[in-house]
């Protein structure tokens, strides 16, 4: 038993060491069980210039797997882009690598999260002499003078260069049924850049997904109530802190050949339902597959996980 014990520490930190110092933040979470797919929601319009939109994910806590739902929030410094975080599969784990801000997006495992992360880098905005502007090709911002000029901008081109289909939303990279994509050599290089860890309104973010039990994957069937927010929760800002929450129910798609700042869509159409304003939403995959590197079978993940796996499979922190 000591010298089992003794070699799965061993294999731990081995694993530890082949892990990019820029991919986690101290932690190393590793699960027996793969996360559950991506959910589809709509992208909530960006509440203030300036703001970054960071991607929902699955995270892992005290009852499984949980959804972080996609916020705006502010970027900690000018020229700060985040790198989302995601799962990656290593010796019979599915291992978290936590998300980080740099002045390049580095390697997300090729998950296509949608709104800009299609798979490879950001397409969705860029820094432009000191403002961030948005490629609204491919997220929702608002309208009137504080978006017009140099802060909006389409590019679909960078967008179809950029995206791996995925079809499945599979939410991990390699293992059954994952995303096949390594890292480019683009990628690597922003790895290796100096980077800055989620800020404090991010983890409150997190902190509050992590102790609403709502939000949970043994709960919801991987289907949480609140997927997206115009601002992180929790988030107080002159007194704003009221969030724009999107649920599933309110998931009215939109129609992809128009937008608020007239830019169309190269993604495919989805069934349209009345609404006052186009809605963003994650697509399923791109008309013209630029690329194409997930599996065809993802691996269906437990819609409640089971705590009582042991060992290897039982999911372990460690420091």
């Known amino acids: 038993m000591n010298l089992l014990r003794k070699s799965r520490w061993m294999f731990l930190a081995l694993l530890l060491s082949l892990v990019p110092a820029s991919s986690f933040a101290g932690v190393l979470i590793s699960v027996g069980f ?78 296509n999260y949608g709104f800009g992360y299609g798979g490879i880098g950001f397409v969705g905005g860029a820094w432009r002499g000191g403002i961030f502007a948005y490629n609204t090709a491919v997220v929702h911002v608002g309208v009137g003078p504080g978006w017009g000029g140099n802060r909006v901008y389409v590019d679909r081109t960078i967008v179809e260069r950029n995206t791996i289909v995925n079809n499945n939303r599979v939410s991990f990279n390699g293992g059954p049924g994952g995303i096949n994509h390594q890292a480019t050599p683009e990628e690597r290089s922003a790895m290796q850049e100096r980077h800055v860890g989620a800020t404090s309104v991010q983890q409150q973010h997190m902190q509050a997904a992590r102790s609403d039990k709502s939000f949970y994957a043994k709960n919801n069937g991987g289907h949480p109530q609140t997927m997206a927010a115009a601002r992180p929760m929790g988030f107080n800002n002159n007194n704003h ?67 009582e796996e042991k060992a290897p499979k039982e999911p372990k922190e460690h420091k």
Do not use: I, K
Not at 80 to 94: E, I, K, Q, R
Not at 289 to 296: H, L, T, V
């Open 34 to 111: 793969a996360p559950p797919v991506l959910p589809v929601y709509v992208q909530p319009e960006c509440p203030q210039p300036g703001w970054m939109w960071t991607p929902g994910y699955w995270g892992y806590g005290d009852d499984g797997y949980y959804w972080v739902p996609g916020a705006w929030v502010p970027a900690p410094y000018e020229g700060a882009l985040w790198t989302p975080p995601y799962w990656g599969w290593s010796g019979g784990l599915y291992v978290f690598h936590g998300g980080y801000w740099g002045p390049h997006v580095g390697y997300y495992g090729g998950v």
């Open 241 to 307: 802190g009221a969030q724009s929450n999107v649920r599933p129910q309110q998931q009215n798609s939109f129609n992809n050949n128009h937008n608020t700042n007239g830019g169309g869509q190269s993604r495919p159409q989805y069934q349209n339902q009345p609404s006052r304003q186009p809605q963003y939403q994650q697509p399923h995959g791109n008309p013209q597959q630029p690329r194409n590197e997930s599996r065809p079978a993802p691996q269906q993940s437990r819609s409640q996980p089971q705590r």
